[in-house]
Each structure stands twice: as C-alpha cells, then as structure tokens.
C-alpha cells in the first residue's frame, strides 16, 4: 500500500495530472486509470501457435505468418529484448492493431492480426 508520500511523489511525477492534494493513499487507483494503459501483449511460445506463409491483399508476394486461435498473423519484427517489443506492441495496438509476440531463442516476434490473409498452401 502506499504512504502519503508516495502520493506526493506520484503527483510530482505525473504533470499532466492535476495535483490532488489531501487524496487518501487508497485513492491511487483512480490516479492510476487517468494514466495511460501498460501495454501487456502476450508472449508466446513458438509451440503454440502454427508457422505458416500468406498472401495479403496488398502485396503479390507470400509473407511470414503464424496461424493462432483460427487466425493470420503476419510478420512484422523481430526485437532482441521484451522492453522494446512490448513498446512497439503498444504503439501498433495504440493504433487500432491486434498483435502478438512470440519468443524465439535470441528474442521475440511481432505479429500482426491479417483478417484478410489468405493461406499459401504447399505444393
């Protein structure tokens, strides 16, 4: 739980919030959701999901892509640290994406949701 302190201290760090002087420390939840949401993508295991090539309306050529719960990700980027992954997670969520990572032994993926991402089949 936080002290009295710490509240001043959370609105001296947090300018954009109007400075509530007199808030109980049990009132740092409303602080809390005035803040913007901590982007928290889930990371998988490459196990749980399906490799697989599609085809984007836009792009003649197949891409990278991983097939999760009966949906198309496709490949976007691959982070070497969590911190910079969840970063770009939340930026692209931010901008009306569905993402999901998955680990990789050196890393983590980006993927993005393709709801018009057909299937390339193997020959």
């Not at 710490?6 to 803040?35: C, R, V």
């Not at 990572?101 to 393709?114: A, D």
Request: with cysteine; charged share 20%.
């Amino acid at each position: 739980m936080f002290s009295g302190s710490d509240l001043q201290s959370f609105d001296s760090l947090s300018p954009d919030l109007p400075q509530n002087k007199g808030l109980e420390a049990n009132s740092i939840d409303l602080l809390l959701t005035k803040q913007p949401a901590i982007n928290m993508t889930p990371i998988f295991s490459q196990k749980a999901v399906e490799r697989c090539h599609v085809i984007l309306p836009d792009t003649p050529q197949p891409t990278g892509a991983i097939r999760y719960e009966g949906q198309y990700y496709a490949f976007v980027k691959f982070f070497p640290t969590v911190e910079v992954a969840r970063q770009k997670a939340a930026l692209m969520t931010q901008r009306g994406n569905q993402v999901l990572l998955t680990r990789v032994p050196k890393g983590l993926v980006l993927w993005v949701l393709e709801a018009d991402a057909r299937r390339v089949e193997k020959p």
